[in-house]
């Protein structure tokens, strides 16, 4: 009869425990409302800040909760001016809030040599790469590398 008290009262803490554990961790109706109205607010923020500040093939953008960061991912190809036919990716990953003089989180530079697809950026030689402190060799691994660090899924 023991054991099964026992058995009936851990269970019970087990159940209470996972309970709690919901209920604290559970986002609300308003947080939601409220991420939502940020992601809004950063996709606005972004569109702005590469209208007026540069003008690019392609950008994306993320609202990073957890830093408070409206991250956005520039992309510019090219003409090479030093080699005709050639051409230069690359891809920058700023806070759109900090505007042009802000700080670069992520950067990558490839010259594509004459000859190559203007978007096989895999055969390209990478000249630049890092993703905050961390040095990269690749296209695949910069954008694996800033999905990861800042939630932004470029990739083009």
Same mark, same amino acid.
């Given at each position: 009869?023991?054991?099964?008290? @026992?058995? &009936?009262?851990?269970? =019970? ?5 996972? /309970?709690?554990?919901?209920? /604290?961790? @559970?986002?609300?109706?308003s947080?939601? $409302? ?5 992601q809004? $607010?950063?996709? $606005? ?5 590469? =209208? %007026?500040? +540069?003008?690019?093939?392609?950008? %994306?953008?993320?609202? #990073? =909760? ?11 190809? @090219? *003409?090479?001016? +030093?080699? *005709?036919?050639?051409? #230069? +990716?690359?891809?920058? /990953?700023?806070? %759109? &809030?900090?505007?042009?003089?802000g700080?670069?989180? %992520? $950067?990558? &530079? ?6 190559? =697809? ?7 030689? /990478? ?9 990269? #060799?690749? +296209?695949?691994?910069? #954008?694996?590398?800033?999905? @990861? ?5 470029? &990739?083009?």
């Open positions: 009869m023991k054991k099964n008290m @026992k058995q &009936n009262l851990l269970l =019970s803490i087990v159940i209470i425990i996972i /309970v709690i554990g919901y209920l /604290v961790v @559970k986002p609300t109706r947080t939601q $409302q409220t991420d939502f109205s940020l809004s $607010q950063c996709a $606005q923020r972004a569109k702005d800040f590469v =209208s %007026a500040n +540069y003008p690019t093939d392609g950008y %994306a953008n993320h609202y #990073n =909760s957890k830093e408070n960061k409206c991250f956005v991912e520039l992309t510019d190809n @090219k *003409v090479n001016d +030093y080699v *005709v036919g050639g051409y #230069n +990716y690359m891809a920058d /990953v700023w806070d %759109a &809030n900090d505007g042009p003089s700080k670069i989180y %992520a $950067q990558i &530079n490839i010259y594509l040599p004459k000859g190559t =697809s203007e978007f096989n950026y895999t055969a390209g030689k /990478v000249e630049e790469c890092f993703v905050g402190e961390t040095q990269c #060799n690749s +296209y695949d691994q910069f #954008n694996s590398l800033v999905k @990861k660090a800042y939630g932004i899924d470029g &990739n083009f």
